[in-house]
């Protein structure tokens, strides 16, 4: 087994003298993958029903010859100018109603009959010639799956989704009136061709619409893949299919429905920061992306070398030297590769400032070497591949609660999905608890301690699978905005969180959001006199208070000052086992991870390596037979000495008690064996 290493690679932007560089190059710097054709439909199906395959043929031929395995991509995520101009119904319409153009990529709509039927026929046409193409490990149907539009196509296929939930007939209308609750301000619908996409409208939109118009393109876009997806097992069966799934600061796909669907989880991840928030935004996707894949390899299949372009950000560059540290951070948490986009920087087009494995400047640069020593690691980590990392630990993600809080719930607070859930994750993170992302109705049985941050929606399977894990021993950490509405997105009633008032033992009568940059302090227990509890002396809430009674829970801590002096603010309630906690504020950051280490002693976890100095990570892999490696990094700007024992893989050195890590020092020691 070996670990995947290189990136997208698009030689039809070159002339032929280059390829033969490339292959030299690749060599070179350990390359052993490349992810072929992901935008080069116009160059494989130059006129509709027309293929010219020569160039890929080619292309696949020489990779192999050289030794590198292909991801071989459908170019269905940018169709050529041709298909503009013979389907112009199939561009896309934004939510103001504007139709797009040819121009960039991702220009269609995926609801649009003529462009699936185009990008099926363009799926089993390759799957067709390459179905049993030695050199193709793996496909990769698409890119980044995630454009969605409000056409009259879009119009359709969205009441097409709404009949099947909620009945085609009559008493579907009705139950579709009921749920989006259309009494309000007169929005009843009296016949189905009146339901529209929620397009632009005058003011505050219709949060239930809003809601499944989300689920709607999740399930319209995972269809689209399906289909590409037979299409290419039905040619290839033995080859395993996957689609790179994005993993922005929105949400677009349920990534748990398309796991399913998946037969390896791949993901792209570009850094929201080059610092610290760099190493936390690397933790957060590798340890989704690894959830996402239940546990077992997934595959990082785009990073970028330096400059990255975020969306609607500020153009960002990696600094020199954070490129083995940061894959590090990716193959530490369970991915079996490390590929980037692109191998060769584009010397034209949309993307010809973004970087890539071999720049501009070309291989006698920094980024290349370190792309070189990079893939050099990569060959010396060789047996990790298939070994796998065990949370014990989890912070619930559901994108149902992350649509209808980010769309309409709550509005005007400061309260979004992805920070409360960043929030805690980021918390375990500092602990030195690895934790996986779970969904509240999945399997729960291996957890210890879970998470709920923002857990807004919650399904009635959802709670009782919440209360079936508090009461089995597990302690369940709730935060503020969670269990308000349940699957229909409608408030559960007779007071906060409706769905896990029993459970918390507390009822909340009222929210009391704060503004910007108003703090409000905390006191120990039920007020003045009480014995301390697990918060710090001047402990503060901010962003959200609430006023709640309690009903069966012990008080934590209450608000010291303030409208709500005297009302709790923390509690704890024990149940069956275990215990459920509620926190109704954002605790500041040493408060919060004070009460984290107090749920984590009763929950009976300790970090991954205890003692070890802030900054510095460490994550075990496992495998058959004892078999472990600890990653170690140190993202600190102070040595750090960590306890190991075994071979560091990267020196080849052995290690024997202890090992130092220089300030940005990395180590992957192969450990004793335990059972040895
Ligand atoms: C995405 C795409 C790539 C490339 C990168 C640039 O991840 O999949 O094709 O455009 O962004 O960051």
Request: charged letters at 20%.
């Amino acid at each position: 087994m070996s670990l995947w290493f290189g990136g997208d690679y698009n030689p039809e932007q070159w002339d032929e003298p280059v390829w033969a560089e490339d292959d030299a190059l690749m060599r070179a710097a350990g390359v052993n993958t490349a992810t072929v054709g992901v935008f080069s439909w116009a160059r494989l199906e130059p006129a509709e029903g027309e293929y010219d395959f020569g160039w890929l043929d080619g292309t696949l031929d020489r990779l192999a010859a050289n030794q590198v395995r292909v991801i071989l991509a459908t170019p269905t995520a940018s169709p050529p100018p041709w298909f503009t101009l013979a389907y112009p119904d199939a561009m896309p319409v934004t939510r103001d109603g504007v139709r797009l153009t040819h121009g960039s990529r991702d220009t269609y709509c995926a609801a649009a009959p003529s462009y699936r039927v185009a990008a099926r026929r363009m799926a089993a046409a390759l799957a067709a010639r390459y179905g049993q193409h030695p050199a193709v490990a793996l496909w990769h149907v698409h890119n980044e799956y995630g454009t969605v539009c409000w056409c009259e196509h879009a119009a359709l296929a969205f009441r097409s989704w709404l009949q099947k939930r909620y009945g085609a007939d009559a008493d579907g209308l009705a139950q579709l009136n009921e749920t989006w609750g259309t009494a309000c301000w007169g929005q009843c619908y009296s016949a189905w061709p009146q339901v529209q996409p929620p397009r632009a409208t005058q003011w505050r939109g219709n949060p239930g619409q809003l809601l499944d118009f989300r689920r709607f393109w999740s399930d319209e876009l995972l269809a689209a893949f399906c289909e590409q997806r037979d299409e290419i097992r039905a040619a290839a069966p033995r080859v395993p299919v996957t689609t790179n799934l994005m993993l922005p600061d929105y949400q677009v796909i349920d990534p748990w429905a398309w796991r399913r669907e998946m037969d390896v989880v791949a993901v792209d991840h570009y850094l929201s920061g080059t610092g610290a928030e760099g190493h936390a935004d690397i933790a957060f996707a590798a340890d989704r992306a690894r959830s996402w894949a239940g546990g077992r390899p997934w595959l990082l299949m785009e990073q970028a070398t330096r400059l990255v372009y975020p969306p609607g950000g500020r153009v960002l560059s990696r600094p020199p030297g954070r490129m083995l540290r940061d894959s590090l951070g990716y193959l530490a948490r369970g991915s079996d590769s490390v590929l980037f986009f692109q191998w060769r920087a584009s010397r034209a087009g949309a993307e010809m400032w973004h970087s890539a494995m071999l720049p501009h400047a070309g291989p006698d640069t920094a980024a290349f070497r370190e792309v070189a020593a990079l893939g050099a690691a990569m060959a010396r980590l060789g047996e990790v591949a298939g070994s796998t990392v065990t949370a014990r630990a989890a912070v619930l993600l559901d994108a149902d609660s992350w649509w209808a809080l980010d769309s309409q719930g709550l509005r005007g607070a400061d309260l979004r999905y992805l920070d409360a859930v960043r929030r805690d994750h980021a918390a375990l993170r500092r602990s030195g608890v690895v934790c996986d992302l779970a969904h509240p109705s999945g399997d729960l049985s291996g957890y210890r301690l879970l998470l709920a941050p923002a857990l807004y929606l919650l399904t009635g399977a959802g709670a009782q699978s919440l209360r079936r894990f508090a009461a089995d021993g597990g302690v369940l950490v709730v935060s503020f905005g969670s269990g308000l509405v349940d699957a229909a997105g409608q408030v559960q009633l007779g007071g906060y969180p409706g769905a896990l008032r029993d459970l918390l033992g507390i009822r909340v009568e009222e929210f009391f959001p704060l503004p910007d940059g108003e703090v409000v302090p905390l006191s120990p227990g039920a007020g003045p006199g009480s014995p301390p509890g697990p918060l710090p002396a001047g402990a503060r809430g901010a962003t959200w208070t609430e006023l709640m009674t309690v009903t069966g829970a012990e008080v934590l801590a209450s608000y010291a000052a303030g409208p709500l002096a005297g009302y709790p603010a923390v509690t704890r309630h024990g149940v069956g086992l275990g215990s459920a906690w509620y926190l109704s504020t954002e605790l500041d950051e040493a408060a919060h991870g004070q009460l984290i280490a107090a749920a984590l002693a009763a929950a009976g976890l300790t970090p991954e390596v205890p003692g070890l100095p802030p900054g510095v990570e460490a994550v075990r892999r496992r495998a058959a037979g004892g078999r472990s490696w600890l990653f170690l990094l140190n993202h600190a700007s102070e040595p750090a000495t960590v306890p190991a024992d075994g071979t560091e893989l990267l020196s080849g050195a052995q290690v024997a008690g202890s090992l130092e890590l220089p300030p940005g020092g990395v180590a992957v020691v192969r450990e004793q064996s335990r059972s040895s």
